[in-house]
């Protein structure tokens, strides 16, 4: 069995098919949430199981129409929502990777191309604002559009060259309507102080005298355990070779903050997050 939010009606688990382990991809959980919507009125298990059984390289991890929300692909696992004609610098495969990514199904047809006319039903809204106020409880997000790849709310649109998510839920992230939504359900207020300019984040699991020890952690590290397929890069600071996860660092410091929960949790107390470049 995967991990599937406990707000979810129905789990259709897709095991390992159509996904990836964020491990991969040097991430040890979800960052942000992708919204998506179907273009078209299926419902949610029907989308869900057409993903599956189709000759189609797609999936998510999540597929809501009114009351129902379907758990699919595993939180653990990378789906394949987000592809298409990588625009803005990082592609969907980037934002699945990070992402947990939702299916929304339509009650209105649209116009495909400038994605006028798409909306989904007020059930269907109120089903998404509690799934993604529940994820973001469980994996620490902030949920914030600042129209940038970087943001924790995100829409398809901003990684690949598409309408999705149509008219109606673009303008519920733009606005900041679904976000204030969200942080309502969660009881919380957003922050959204900007991270230092051309800073990155990582964390730190191990500092050693020795270039010889260092690179033996680092190695045990990404290709044991829990950790196995995490990145690492080793760092000099005065007379120590530090071991710093991951390798390309992250973006915020709430996403390293993130990681660094996790890696505790895996086996590694004394990780904390560092700044630099």
């Not at 129902?68 to 990378?78: F, K, M, P, T, Y």
């Not at 004609?85 to 047809?109: C, H, M, P, Q, Y």
């Not at 829990?226 to 973006?251: N, R």
């Not at 895996?266 to 470049?277: K, L, R």
Request: hydrophobic fraction near 30%.
């Amino acid at each position: 069995m995967g991990i599937f939010s406990p707000v979810c009606t129905q789990i259709y688990d897709f095991g390992t098919k159509k996904s990836n382990l964020r491990s991969q991809d040097g991430i040890s959980q979800p960052t942000k949430i992708i919204i998506h919507h179907m273009a078209g009125t299926a419902g949610a298990l029907a989308c869900a199981k057409s993903h599956l059984n189709s000759t189609r390289e797609a999936s998510a991890n999540c597929y809501i129409k009114d009351d129902d929300i379907v758990g699919a692909v595993s939180e653990n696992r990378r789906a394949w929502t987000s592809g298409g004609k990588s625009v803005g610098g990082k592609s969907g495969r980037w934002a699945d990777f990070r992402g947990i990514t939702i299916e929304v199904s339509n009650n209105r047809l649209g116009d495909p191309k400038s994605g006028k006319g798409w909306t989904i039903s007020a059930k269907s809204y109120r089903s998404l604002v509690r799934y993604c106020a529940d994820v973001c409880k469980r994996y620490g997000i902030i949920p914030h559009y600042d129209g940038t790849q970087n943001g924790t709310l995100c829409m398809h649109k901003q990684f690949a060259a598409t309408a999705c998510p149509g008219e109606m839920l673009e303008d519920l992230i733009t606005s900041h309507k679904l976000e204030e939504d969200i942080l309502t359900e969660m009881g919380k207020k957003p922050d959204t102080k900007p991270e230092p300019s051309g800073v990155r984040f990582r964390v730190q699991i191990g500092a050693f005298k020795s270039l010889a020890a260092s690179e033996s952690f680092a190695k045990t590290f990404s290709e044991t355990g829990k950790t196995k397929g995490l990145t690492t890069v080793i760092k000099k600071e005065g007379v120590y070779y530090k071991v710093q996860h991951p390798s390309t660092g992250f973006d915020t410091k709430a996403d390293a903050e993130l990681s660094a929960g996790a890696l505790k949790q895996m086996g590694h107390p004394n990780a904390f997050v560092v700044a630099g470049n």
